[in-house]
């Protein structure tokens, strides 16, 4: 089992920026399915953005598509996002998470938090207008 651990975020005007780490522990990072999550008070858990392992795909929620950038770095465990030109409604806790790959393992519904089995314990992105 993977332990995530963010660090990162805090307080920000609107159109500035940020930057989210996560390292992960205890398992091979390279077969690891790397994803952000975030949840505004009173709202949903809601996807932002994963990477796959393995030289796969990269999706971000239309959301956030051309101002947050995500990169794995798996020679130190680790998954960055890059979160710029930032808004008031980006306000929210940021969960990293991971999930197990096979190298020809099937699709599933990336998008669903209930796909991931590690989390992260989240990263509060406070946004001031």
């Known amino acids: 089992q993977v332990q995530l651990v963010e660090s990162g975020g805090g307080l920000v005007q609107v159109g500035g920026s940020l930057r989210l780490s996560c390292e992960a522990s205890?398992?091979?990072?390279?077969?690891?399915?790397m994803a952000w999550f975030r949840q505004a008070p009173g709202k949903e858990r809601q996807f932002v953005v994963v990477t796959r392992p393995f030289g796969g795909d990269t999706k971000y929620a239309d959301s956030v598509k051309g101002r947050f950038t995500i990169s794995r770095d798996n020679a130190k465990s680790t998954v960055n996002l890059q979160m710029d030109r930032l808004k008031p409604e980006d306000t929210a806790v940021y969960y990293c998470a991971a999930r197990w790959e096979a190298l020809f393992g099937g699709s599933y519904d990336y998008t669903s938090q209930t796909s991931y089995r590690n989390w992260g314990q989240g990263a509060q992105v406070t946004v001031s207008s």
């Open positions: 205890g398992g091979t990072f390279g077969n690891y399915a």
